[in-house]
C-alpha cells in the first residue's frame, strides 16, 4: 500500500477532523498520519472524486447481490406449503433459480430470512393496494374503522395460500434472533395502515394508536390461524370487534376530566362501599 | 536416555522462546523491507525465506508429522478443533447434490463430517448425486486420509457418495473451471505461499452460486486474551510437539504461522478481492479460529 492510499484510508475514515499538525493515532491500529498542507490538498482533491464513484459501485453490487437474493426468496416461497420455512425451502429454491442447492447460505437465518421476506412483500403489497382504495370516509374526524378493518382482512387473507405452515412461521419469528426483524415488520405494516388511513398525529397518540394497532392485528392473526367459516367472517366480526375495544378506550382516555367527576366519584364510593363490606350487608 | 535428550532440548530452546517473544516486531520490518526489494521473499513462520523454500519447508513440516497429526490436533486444542470443524460444516450445511472440493483436506476430518452431513439428511432423490474431491498438496496426508476412510467406511459402495483423492496444489488445480458447488479449506490456506492464487483458484473452480468457506486460525481481538493465548501457544505448543510427535520446529512454525496470517478482517477484503460476494465471517472461540465464507454469484 502505498503512502498515498494509506492517507486516503485515513481520511475516509474520518481523520479529517483531526488536525494536520496535531494528529494522533486514534486506535493503535492506525498509524500516525501527518498531513502538511500541500499533500493534504492533493487528497481532498482526489477524495471528493473517489467516493462518488466508489459508492455508486457499492451500490450497484448491493442492488446486484439483493436482487439474486429476492429471485431465490421468491422462488422459495412455491415450496413453503410442501417443506415449510425452512432451509430445504430455499435449497430447493436456490436450484429452481438456476444455481445449486448450497446456495442456501446465502441466507444465514434460514427460514427466519424466508419468513421476513414474506412478511415485507406482503406489507408492500397491501401498501399498493391501500393507496388505490376510496379515501372519503377519511375525511370525517371520526375513527376511519372500516378501512381499519379492511387493511387488517387483506394482510391477513395474504397468508391464506400458506396457512397450514403458518403456526410454524410465527414460531420462527419468535425466536430471539429474529425477533429484531419481526418487529421490524410489525411496525412498518401498523405505521403503514395509520398512515394510510389519514393518521397524520405528531404528540403521543402517535405510540398509542400504533402499539393498539399492532396488539390487533397479532390478536386476529392468532385468530385466524383457527377460523374455519367461510368467507372468514368470524375473523372479521374479531377483528371489527377488537376496533370497537380499542376505539372505547380511546374515548375514556379522551374524556375531559371534569366533566368525568361524578361519574369518577360514584365509582370510588362503590368501591369504597364494596371494600368495607357494606353492600353486602343487607 | 530419551528424556534426558528432550531435557536437553528444552533448556536449549528456551532461549529461543525468549527470542521469539521479542522477536515480531522486527521482522515485520524486515518483511516489509524484503516486499520492497524483491517479490520473491515470503515468510516460514518468522523466518524470511524464499518462496521456492516456503514451498519445500512447508511439505516437509507435513511429511513429518502426517502420522501424528490428529493426535497432536487433539492434544493442542483439547479435542476443541473437532467442535470447531463441526460448526463450520453446520454453517456449510450441505445438500443432496452438492459437489464439494475439500482443500487441504488430506486427513479427511472435513470430508468425513460432510458426507455424515448428508446420511443425516433425509435420503437423497435419485437425481441427486453428492460427491466429494478431497485434494492435498501432500501425499503422505492423503495416505492416512484413505486408509481412515476405508477403516471408517467412508467409501462409495457404503456411503453413498463418491469420495475422490487428488494430490494437487491449491494455486495451481488441475480441475476444470465451473466444477465444484462448495470449496472449503480447513486450516490449510495458512501454509500457501500466495493465498491470492489460492483464492482465485477457488473461484475459477467454483460454478456460479458455489460457496466458499475457509476454517483458518486468526486473531483475538481482545489483549489479555491474546496474552494467554500467546503464552500457550509459544511455551506450550513445541512442547507438545516435542513430546508427542517428537518434532519441536513443526510446531514452532505452526504457532508462527497463525501470528504471521491476516486477521479476519483482512482476509475477507482478499476474500472480496477475488471476486467473492457476500462475504461474511464468524469467530470462533473469541477469534482464535474464524469461519470466513464467500459466494460466487
Redesign the interface.
Same mark, same amino acid.
Given at each position: 500500500m502505498t503512502l498515498l492510499q494509506r492517507v486516503f484510508r485515513s481520511v475516509r475514515n474520518g481523520h479529517r477532523y483531526i488536525l494536520p499538525l496535531a494528529s494522533v493515532p486514534v486506535n493503535k491500529n492506525q498509524r500516525v498520519l501527518r498531513n502538511y498542507s500541500q499533500s493534504k490538498q492533493d487528497t481532498e482533491a482526489k477524495e471528493l472524486k473517489s467516493p462518488a464513484i466508489s459508492v455508486s459501485t457499492e451500490h450497484e !453490487?448491493h442492488q446486484? !447481490?439483493e436482487s #439474486?437474493k429476492n429471485r431465490i426468496l421468491l422462488r422459495a416461497l412455491e415450496y413453503v406449503p410442501k417443506t415449510g420455512w425452512s432451509? !430445504?425451502s430455499l435449497?430447493a429454491g436456490? !436450484?429452481s433459480a &438456476?444455481? %445449486? &442447492? #448450497?446456495?442456501? &447460505?446465502?441466507f %444465514?437465518n434460514g427460514g427466519g430470512d424466508l419468513v421476513h421476506y414474506f412478511n415485507v412483500k406482503c406489507n408492500e403489497n397491501l401498501v399498493e393496494q391501500m393507496k388505490s382504495w376510496p379515501k372519503d370516509d377519511l375525511k370525517d374526524n371520526k375513527v376511519p374503522s372500516k378501512f381499519i378493518e379492511n387493511a387488517i382482512m387483506t394482510r391477513l387473507l395474504m397468508i391464506e395460500p400458506y396457512k397450514s405452515t403458518w403456526p410454524k412461521a410465527m414460531a420462527i419469528q419468535a425466536l430471539p434472533n429474529n425477533v429484531p426483524n419481526c418487529l421490524a415488520t410489525l411496525l412498518s405494516l401498523v405505521d403503514d395502515i395509520c398512515y394510510h388511513s389519514g393518521d397524520r398525529s405528531v404528540d403521543f397518540n402517535w405510540y398509542i394508536r400504533r402499539v393498539g394497532l399492532a396488539g390487533i392485528y397479532k390478536a386476529s392473526e392468532l385468530f385466524y390461524l383457527t377460523d374455519n367459516s367461510t368467507d372468514f367472517s368470524k375473523t372479521r366480526n374479531f377483528v371489527s370487534s377488537r376496533i370497537r375495544d380499542a376505539q372505547l378506550i380511546q374515548t375514556a382516555l379522551n374524556l375531559n376530566p371534569v366533566a368525568a367527576a361524578p361519574q369518577t366519584l360514584t365509582a370510588a364510593f362503590v368501591t369504597a362501599k364494596n371494600m368495607l363490606g357494606i353492600n353486602t350487608l343487607k | 536416555m530419551p528424556l534426558r535428550r528432550i531435557t536437553a532440548k528444552l533448556l536449549k530452546t528456551r532461549a529461543s522462546v525468549s527470542f521469539f517473544r521479542t522477536r515480531p516486531l522486527v521482522t515485520q520490518v524486515s518483511d516489509k523491507e524484503s516486499e520492497r526489494h524483491s517479490t520473491k521473499q515470503t515468510h516460514f513462520g518468522y523466518q524470511t525465506v524464499d518462496e521456492e523454500e516456503k514451498w519445500k519447508k512447508v511439505h516437509e513440516v507435513f511429511e513429518t508429522v502426517a502420522e501424528k497429526y490428529d493426535l497432536m490436533n487433539d492434544a493442542m486444542s483439547f479435542g476443541i478443533h473437532r467442535l470447531w470443524k463441526d460448526i463450520f460444516m453446520a454453517r456449510l450445511a450441505p445438500t443432496h447434490g452438492t459437489k464439494l472440493l475439500d482443500m487441504a483436506g488430506g486427513t479427511g476430518d472435513i470430508t468425513f463430517r460432510y458426507i455424515n452431513y448428508l446420511k443425516n439428511l433425509n435420503p437423497p432423490p435419485e437425481d441427486k448425486k453428492s460427491s466429494v474431491t478431497v485434494c492435498d498438496i501432500n501425499q503422505a496426508m492423503l495416505d492416512v486420509g484413505k486408509v481412515r476412510a476405508e477403516k471408517q467406511g467412508y467409501t462409495w459402495d457404503r456411503c453413498g457418495v463418491s469420495v475422490e483423492w487428488v494430490c494437487g496444489d491449491a494455486e495451481q488445480l488441475q480441475l476444470p473451471d465451473d466444477t465444484f458447488t462448495a470449496y472449503t479449506i480447513a486450516f490449510g490456506i495458512r501454509n500457501c505461499t500466495h493465498v491470492d492464487r489460492v483464492l482465485e483458484e477457488a473461484y475459477r473452480v467454483l460454478a456460479p452460486g458455489g460457496r466458499f468457506m475457509c476454517l483458518e486460525f486468526s486473531h483475538i481481538p481482545n489483549d489479555a486474551l491474546q496474552w494467554v493465548y500467546d503464552q500457550y501457544s509459544f511455551q506450550v505448543i513445541p512442547v507438545l510437539g516435542q513430546l508427542i510427535a517428537g518434532q519441536w520446529r513443526p510446531y514452532q512454525y505452526l504457532v508462527e504461522s497463525i501470528r504471521q496470517f491476516p486477521n479476519q478482517e483482512k482476509f475477507k477484503s482478499m476474500i472480496e478481492d477475488a471476486g467473492f460476494r457476500q462475504v461474511t465471517y464468524e469467530n470462533l472461540t473469541f477469534g482464535t479460529c474464524a469461519i470466513h465464507s464467500g459466494f460466487k454469484i
Open positions: !453490487e446486484y !447481490e #439474486i432451509v !430445504e435449497s436456490a !436450484e &438456476g444455481y %445449486p &442447492g #448450497i446456495t442456501h &447460505g446465502l %444465514p | -
